[in-house]
């Protein structure tokens, strides 16, 4: 028998989607902290709320460790929700231990389903908290001492929904208090409005700030003036048995989820893959059906009802596609922690600066990415970054700064990743390929951007010594892979004692792409249109191929650029209406040779059979597939990888 | 417990296929040819607006593949859907008494075990994982 007992057994997917998206919101209300903005009053009463939650579901689900753990944090949260002024001293040590706390959850949810479960040991995570609280109780830090006030708000008559009005001031005054009582003292209570019209609101707070609280009661809307009382004497005093003010006034656990659940809902991943897989095969379906009443002739009302399919056929496919999509804002707070857990291993100072956050990005670009943009920011603190007395020396700011900019342009999307530090050395990179064997020409004959870009071979690493966070060498191998994986590519530039860029750019996947379709032999096959820069006859380039080392270049202009004959690669017999595509690439241009050009049509692109997609792309340039204007399949070609490949004289890339 | 099967010839060959993981049957065209591959990867089918890959029972025998496939049978595996086609479909069947191993040969790692059926022929059945497995291996 396993942990669970068969009536908890079934509980558990509800305990572990719960317990993540209560995760979500500890991490979010954390992230000012990692940013090193430290924490406010408000992040401290929503902290508060998510442990008291996890608590209570743990101890339902009899993970006792999990209860213990959360409890403590949550007297951690009370601490700081009762004397706002600890916020201002060292919580540091508090902060570790609530990581520590948010690892441990997630690793046992994790778990949760696996048929031998059994909580893991928490005892070094309880002394870990126990040790944070135990230094936050002995650290009452010395801020200003609070100080009793009393007002009445009295509303406006024509104040709509006066107790939600009322419920908001009081949430947002108990921010600022660290004692606040009301009258009436259950806002929610039938009765409450007509008190509120007829004696206002009163409240009695503790703060340090009170005349920062009273001008934000006056300045709320609907409030028609706020009158002070006497503070030691209510006009009634509350029920003795009655929580305090700012307990009704914030929203209680249970509601907050159910607000959530208005604006969110849970949809398994799978379904919206069939989504989105559904809307592809319709829209292939109805261009199949257009094309053949265009061809017939077909009633002119049939044609009406065509044209307004497609239109809603357009809006379900636009809708399908935002289901996939997620703003970065959602994936960045883990690198905030990631670059001050480094900093703090490694005596560095740094913070990260994330633009275009608010962009939204496909989910699967930004799951195949995470793990990249781990390596980078680990790169970035422990290799780039000097220590902030070097930093001083070198007259830098001491603490360093790391760079997220996300941004988005004609279907690609950009992620560059930049510091402020020491820069890489090109000829370290150069002794170590040299050292490995990896040079494939001499030494000498290396440009410092192709020194910088041998950082992406696959177990390269200059670092002489292995840290906890990197140096193993695999980092710009994985970056480098995944990129090229998503259809895009990698480069790197640096400028030594400035610092260093990664830029990854990617097609946005899952989108409809404008193609050239055109045939190599017997294979159909896609390009991007953006991609395309110039189509040639096959005679009229004639007069500006060149063959030199054994390979073909095609002359455009002052650049000589790599030529691959499709035909020749595909080993399909070339026909007699050939024409030469020169690619836009990302960082250089190059030629291909193919068939006759079909036209061009909008199509929905797809990834090739798990079967197939490796090989296929690194042999062919063969990215994916997609539906054609007859319903036969055609192969969406990687232009990028057509040009990589080019440049190595058609071989594999 | 011994799986029905789903009979297919090719050539002087009979195959089984686990009837169970038999998405559909039908006639073999509309193919797309894919550069660079094996002999037995006979191209891509779109089948419901999904790209599966199209394999030839024959040629993953080591028989040559030939032009004359009549039928695709679109198979479920862990890996994805994976097609096979072959002259025809036969018959289903539960094979009687126990089925005997291949051992050795270019088809160990496809051909899972052989066995007695329909008649005096034998039939070699297909173990569509390990199939898929030696198509992702290449």
Known sequence: MGFFSADLEGMIDIFAQETLEMMEEYDAHLLPAAQGQGLTAEDVQALFRVVHTIKSSAAMMGLEAMNRCAHHLEDAMALLRDDPARLSGDIEQLLDAMYAFADYVRAEIDRLADADYSPADAGALEEKIGGALRALSGEKAQGPESIQRAWRVLFKPDCPMVQVRALVLVKQAAARCSALTTDPVDLEQAGAEARLNAQGLALWAETTSPEEVRSHLAASPYVDRVEDILPEAPAETPREDAEPAKEPAAPSPSEEPAARAARFATIPWGLVERLQSLTGELTTGFMLLKTAIERSDAAQELETLVTQSGHQLNELAALAQQTSLLPVSSVVGQYYRTIRDICREEGKQARLEVRGEELEVDRTLLDALATPLLHLFRNAVDHGMETPAERARLGKDEVGCVTLSVSSTGGRVKFVVSDDGKGMDDGKLLDAAQKRGLLDRPRESYTRDEALQLAFLPGFSTSSETTRYSGRGVGMDVVARAVEGLGGVVHVTSEKGQGTTVTMEMPVSMTSCDSLQFSVGEYRCLLPVRSVKRILDWDSAAPDLRRADGRLWLRQGEALLPLMDLFERYDAPAGDARRVLVLQGLRQDAAVVVGPIDGHLVVVERPLPELLRKAARRQSGISGCAVTGDGSLGLSLDPEQLIRMAAKGGAEA | ?138
């Open chain 2, 1 to 138: 417990m011994s799986e029905m099967l789903l009979i297919l010839r090719q050539g002087q060959l009979s195959f089984g296929l686990p009837a169970e993981k038999v998405r559909t049957i039908q006639p073999s065209g509309g193919l797309i040819h894919l550069p660079l591959q094996p002999e037995w990867m006979q191209g891509l089918l779109n089948y419901k607006g999904q790209a599966v890959p199209v394999a030839h029972l024959g040629a993953l025998a080591g028989e040559q593949a030939g032009e004359r496939e009549r039928v695709t049978v679109v198979c479920e595996t862990e890996k994805g859907l994976l097609a096979l086609c072959a002259d025809e479909a036969l018959e289903m069947l539960v094979p009687e008494g126990p089925l005997l191993a291949l051992a050795g040969g270019s088809t160990e790692h496809l051909l899972r075990l052989a066995g007695e059926a329909s008649g005096e022929t034998p039939v070699m059945v297909i173990d569509l994982e390990e199939t898929a497995q030696a198509l992702l291996g290449d």
